[in-house]
C-alpha cells in the first residue's frame, strides 16, 4: 500500500509552521547566538526536505507543483551531511524569504486557507 501524500505534504507544512514559530520576534543576532534555536530550526528544514523527498517519490504529480522542490531537497542534505559548514546566514535567508511561500504553497496543495 502506498502512503498518501497528503502526510507528506502535513509534515512538511507542519515544520514550515514551527519553524516561523521558533523564529517569531527573534533577529539574526538572536539565531546566531542560540544553539538550541539554530539546532530546532535547522530540524525543522531537515523534515520539510526529507517529506518532500518522499513526496516526489510517491506522488511526482504533486511533488512538481512545488517551487524549487530540487533545492529544498538538496538544502536537508546539506543540513544533514555539510553540519560542520552549514551557513547560519543562508539558513536565516531561507527562512525569512522562502518559508512564507512554501507554506503557501503546501497550504493550497492541502486546500488549506493559511495566512
Not at 520576534?25 to 535547522?42: H, T, V
Not at 512545488?66 to 531561507?94: C, K, S
Request: hydrophobic content about 45%; some cysteine.
Amino acid at each position: 500500500m502506498q502512503p498518501d501524500p497528503r502526510k507528506y505534504l502535513w509534515d512538511a507544512l507542519h515544520s514550515v509552521e514551527l519553524a516561523q514559530e521558533f523564529s517569531r520576534g527573534k533577529s539574526f543576532a538572536d539565531y546566531e547566538s542560540d544553539a538550541m534555536l539554530r539546532a530546532a530550526i535547522e530540524r525543522q528544514f531537515e523534515i520539510i526536505g526529507e517529506a518532500l523527498n518522499h513526496l516526489s517519490k510517491v506522488a511526482p504529480q504533486i511533488a512538481s507543483q512545488i517551487p524549487e522542490l530540487p533545492r529544498i531537497v538538496a538544502f536537508r542534505n546539506i543540513l544533514i551531511h555539510g553540519y560542520a559548514t552549514v551557513d547560519d546566514a543562508l539558513v536565516w535567508q531561507v527562512l525569512s524569504d522562502k518559508l512564507p511561500d512554501l507554506r503557501c504553497v503546501l497550504s493550497r496543495l492541502l486546500d488549506l486557507d493559511h495566512d
